[in-house]
């Protein structure tokens, strides 16, 4: 029995090796590490949805800024761009399954040369025309029969990336929203901290024109005078770094908000804040969701998710590279017409073409095995940034919420000693107008309280960028499906 050339060619591609298993993940652990320093600061009501945490602050200035952030931000539009790029070539490598239909015509207007060899030929018959008119028109069609599946696996591999570029865009939302925000906190803090500076500086003014009114009665000493205009001067010398990184850090606001740096954050920023205004820098750290453990982790992070597409199209590559082993078929077929001078929608032009094409590598010196090997070596390079992605998700998250536990263990302390040191240094004051205490403990006190209250003052917006850092690292900033 002869076999025809097709069957043959499908027999072969049924002979394919079977597509290798997708490999395995590793698997993770039920509980965070410090999951009794998570449970602290999770709750069932009040925690704010991790799509739009930030509402969670209670901050109008701080949702404002996040809005603005992920509407114009320009990192977000390159990403989405990619995305747009990585489906276009998704629906490319779709198409290619399809069969491929092309309409074409032709018409060429020539006047032959009597000096070339069909000139000189043809010259020499009666009738013979120097001036000819080609004409052409046909559909065609063909079609590639993805008999070992490599369009197939090339279509998988393209979808597994374009998903792997929307996985990157939710990767930069997460980043901008909370890069946004980290940076008000941190202009925030800077504004506690001028604030905290500008009270002390009226402080020594204040400590000063006491000290020389004393000066002026008999009652201190050039020295003493010589001092309080020193520290006065030490606590003026304080503020321009303040306000550097108070600048720096509206800049910043600017750029993530898509504008030119100095022009939108400044207004939306307040500017300057006085002595009377430093405890409204004490935010509202919102509650963390309850129902985000380890598992859930991997299926909110969007790095994790776009290094799992990624291994998804490292797999389906193997497929396109091993189907070189095998023939590609192709069926095609033309519906047209022909002719000189005329007469072209008539039978005589009719012209019709069917083909077969057979492509197949049966000797290219290991050039299909070292394709297939680059192929998988690549998998395995993907799998690797798998298992990578996923440890530094944990990590991440555990070392969030211990930052965000031990600086809220910390501010409690904190806060006290600031009250004690404003006593002592008011006591000392006090004391020292009476005579019963010298100038330098009323300096010493002044400085213990400064350090207390800057300390304070930065603490308060680490703690609330401690707090975005653990938004960001359980993956928020962006609504899974459900």
């Known amino acids: 029995m002869r076999l025809s050339p097709l069957l043959v060619v499908a027999l072969l591609a049924a002979c394919a090796h079977a597509p290798e298993p997708p490999p395995q993940l590793p698997a993770m652990n039920e509980r965070f590490a410090n999951h009794a320093l998570l449970a602290q600061h999770r709750g069932d009501t009040g925690a704010p949805a991790l799509s739009d945490w930030w509402l969670g602050f209670e901050d109008p200035v701080l949702t404002s800024i996040a809005r603005r ?46 000096l070339s060899p069909e000139g000189k030929l043809a010259n020499a018959f009666p009738g013979y025309q120097r001036d000819l008119t080609l004409q052409s028109l046909g559909v065609g069609a063909s079609w590639e029969a993805d008999l070992a599946g490599g369009l197939r696996s090339g279509e998988a591999a393209a979808v597994a990336e374009w998903q792997a570029a929307e996985a990157g865009r939710l990767g930069v939302q997460v980043s901008v929203a909370a890069e946004a925000a980290d940076a008000y906190f941190r202009a925030r803090g800077a504004q506690a901290r001028i604030a905290v500076a500008e009270s002390h ?53 600017d750029v993530l908000m898509g504008e030119q740096a100095g022009t939108v954050a400044p207004s939306l920023v307040v500017m300057g804040a006085s002595a009377s205004r430093e405890r409204s820098y004490a935010y509202r750290v919102p509650t963390l969701p309850a129902d985000i453990g380890p598992a859930e982790l991997m299926r909110r992070r969007p790095d994790v998710i776009a290094a799992e597409r990624q291994l998804d199209a490292a ?135 400064l350090a207390s209250r800057d300390q304070l003052a930065q603490l308060q917006a680490d703690h609330a960028r401690a707090a975005v850092a653990t938004f960001r690292a359980l993956g928020g900033g962006w609504a899974r499906p459900g």
């Open 69 to 114: 952030a992920l509407d114009q931000n320009l990192d977000l539009a390159a990403a989405i761009a990619r995305v747009e790029q990585s489906r276009a070539v998704a629906r490319a490598a779709g198409a290619q399954r399809l069969p491929q239909i092309a309409a074409q015509g032709q018409v060429a207007r020539e006047r032959q040369s009597l």
């Open 201 to 253: 500086l009226r402080t020594q003014a204040r400590l000063l024109e006491l000290i020389q009114a004393r000066f002026q009665g008999g009652l201190a000493t050039q020295r003493e005078v010589a001092e309080a205009q020193a520290l006065l001067l030490q606590a003026r010398g304080t503020l321009p770094p303040l306000r550097a990184e108070l600048a720096r850090q509206l800049h910043r606001l």
């Open 315 to 449: 797999q389906a590559r193997i497929g396109v590279a091993t189907a070189e082993y095998y023939p590609r078929v192709t069926l095609g077929g033309v519906l047209g017409a022909e002719s000189l001078n005329g007469r072209m929608l008539t039978s005589a032009a009719f012209q019709p073409q069917a083909f077969l094409g057979l492509h197949w590598r049966l000797f290219d010196f290991g050039r299909v095995d070292a394709e297939v090997a680059q192929a998988k070596g690549a998998r395995a390079e993907a799998l690797a940034q798998v298992k990578l992605r996923m440890l530094r998700a944990g990590e991440d998250v555990e070392n969030a919420v211990v930052m965000l536990t031990q600086l809220e263990a910390q501010r409690g302390d904190l806060e006290e000693e600031v009250r004690a040191h404003q006593m002592a240094r008011d006591a000392a004051e006090d004391a020292y107008k009476g005579g019963a205490a010298s100038l330098i403990e009323v300096l010493q006190e002044d400085r213990l309280l």
